[in-house]
């Protein structure tokens, strides 16, 4: 069993940066893929990004691609979404999530453990 708590969201204008952290508990951290996802109001969650287990693969959407970086620190069991250049339409609820697969991937079904979510708005 894995818990995921994320933290670091908050109210931000348009070009400005926030770091979200998601802490995990347990001890096998470093075997999951971690990803992000996202959901605005009356939308359906949507992938943002994802890392391997390792780190050495990332899959980002084309929407977030060039402005966010996810990385991890599995000494830390923390994986982190570093979000630059905000616009407004990256507010959402943002939810991490671990996949027992060691493989990052864009599929939601994929991952067995999400944390609440941290809400992130942006504004214009």
């Known amino acids: 069993q894995v818990q995921l708590v994320e933290s670091g969201g908050g109210l931000v204008q348009a070009g400005g940066s926030l770091r979200l952290s998601c802490a995990a508990s347990?001890?096998?951290?470093?075997?999951?893929?971690m990803g992000w996802f996202r959901q605005a109001p009356g939308k359906e969650r949507e992938f943002v990004t994802a890392i391997s287990s390792s780190a050495g693969m990332t899959l980002y959407a084309d929407s977030v691609k060039g402005r966010f970086t996810i990385s991890r620190d599995n000494a830390k069991n923390t994986v982190y979404l570093q979000m630059d250049s905000l616009k407004p339409e990256d507010t959402a609820v943002y939810y991490c999530?671990?996949?027992?697969?060691?493989?990052?991937?864009?599929?939601?079904?994929?991952?067995?453990?999400w944390g609440q979510g941290t809400q992130v708005t942006v504004s214009s």
């Open positions: 999530a671990a996949d027992r697969a060691m493989m990052a991937t864009t599929l939601a079904r994929s991952y067995d453990y």
């Open positions: 347990g001890r096998t951290f470093s075997r999951y893929a």
